[in-house]
């Protein structure tokens, strides 16, 4: 095993996983085209080590959303039925879908994802306490409350929509597997626009979920012989190290800042995907 | 302790115990042990599973609980990561 390469990969797993972790996301979005492109790894094989990856930063961030109350576990697990049966098509996919295909996807998401920076995110309007949560909620006791600091007393919420939100959840699911994502991009208007959840208890849910997610695919990955050891562990110990740094970075750059600079690594990385999609390499003669 | 605190303490110490083993694995193959690689499988292994006995604690504290409803969606879940794993071996 060649120090220099567990080194470079270990870095650009701690950088990634610090990026996405001070917006609430895993990494993943950021490994696979740079494994890809900088690091010249086939693509399923970055795709398996993001997966592992995006585990490992769930895993890793769920405490503090669980002890704080962020976290609906309730909900999470009735979510996760949808994303895990999005993951196992998403897992099916992936064996059948052309490699260049696979390039073209990512790009279209990470550009989703840069536009989807950009609009600012409001709190979800506050729904009249009578509006009805359809049967669905009621009957599963899904609704519940939060603590919220700067108001220092207790916000209760009510779960909207699940039914549109279990569609969503399952497509964020399927993304998921297929590019090795954590897929905030789809899982964001799920929550936000469909159940309607004040965004730290989005955050909350959805860091606890992706583990789940990612596991169902990582496991199809793992048997099939596409998670390399030798990148796949650098990679897994670099997303910690980034997202426990990522969560106190957070607390002291502004988030304009942060997001902005999200905002053009993403689009640098579509570009790089889009060229890789049409069969470009420009990092080959650098490289 | 409530299920919340219950399973942040699952996955806080599952993630040292993975995070510990890759890197023990890792400081083996660097210096050129066979041995390594495989340890970092094993770590990777962990990673993979914590997920899974995460929902495996839900559906035991869902039945102690005799909620049943909540416990049939948990098994659900976990009945769909093993097809995952099979679908692997296909």
Redesign the interface.
Same mark, same amino acid.
């Given at each position: 095993?060649d120090?220099g390469f @567990?080194l470079w990969l270990f870095a650009v797993a701690v950088g990634a996983s610090a990026l996405g972790g001070m917006l609430g996301m895993a990494g993943g979005i950021f490994i696979v085209p740079i494994l890809t492109i900088l690091g010249h790894i086939d693509i399923h094989t970055a795709i398996g080590a993001s997966i @592992?990856s995006v585990?490992?930063c769930?895993?890793?961030g769920?405490?503090p959303y669980?002890?704080g109350?962020l976290?609906n576990?309730?909900l999470a697990? @009735?979510l996760?039925?949808a994303t895990? &049966?999005g993951? #196992?098509t998403g897992? #099916?996919l992936s064996g059948v879908i052309p490699v260049p295909y696979l390039f073209f996807l990512f790009a279209v998401i990470l550009l989703l994802s840069a536009q989807q920076m950009l609009a600012r995110r409001g709190e979800p309007a506050m729904i009249a306490a009578e509006a009805n949560s359809g049967p669905w909620v009621a009957? &599963?006791r899904l609704d519940s409350s939060y603590p919220d600091r700067t108001l220092g007393r207790d916000i209760a919420y009510r779960v909207q929509r699940v039914p549109l939100g279990m569609m969503l959840m399952y497509g964020a699911g399927l993304i998921s597997a297929l590019l090795g994502i954590g897929s905030g991009v789809l899982k964001i208007p799920a929550m936000d626009s469909a159940l309607r959840l004040p965004i730290k208890v989005s955050s909350g849910t959805s860091n606890f979920m992706i583990?789940?997610t990612? %596991? %169902?695919? %990582?496991?199809?990955?793992?048997?099939?012989g596409n998670?390399v050891?030798?990148v796949?562990?650098?990679v897994? &110990?670099g997303s @910690?190290v980034g997202a426990v740094l990522g969560a106190r970075i957070l607390m002291v750059v502004s988030n304009d800042k942060i997001r902005l600079l999200f905002v053009v690594v993403l689009i640098v990385l579509a570009a790089q995907m889009l060229l890789a999609a049409f069969g470009v390499d420009l990092m080959k003669g650098s490289a | 302790m409530n299920l919340e605190g219950l399973l942040a303490y699952v996955l806080q110490y599952g993630t040292w115990l993975a995070s510990a083993t890759i890197v023990a694995g890792l400081a083996l193959a660097l210096t050129g042990s066979r041995t390594g690689t495989h340890d970092i499988t094993i770590g990777i292994a962990l990673f993979i599973l914590l997920p899974v006995f995460r929902v495996a604690v839900m559906l035991v504290v869902f039945l102690r609980e005799r909620d049943y409803r909540f416990s049939a969606i948990a098994a659900t879940v976990l009945m769909i990561i093993c097809v995952g794993f099979a679908l692997g071996r296909l």
């Open positions: 095993m120090g @567990v @592992v585990i490992a769930s895993c890793g769920a405490a669980l002890r109350r976290t576990i309730r697990i @009735v996760e039925v895990t &049966l993951a #196992l897992v #099916l009957s &599963l583990g789940v990612a %596991a %169902a695919s %990582a496991g199809a990955y793992f048997m099939r998670i050891a030798g796949a562990g650098p897994a &110990l @910690v | -």
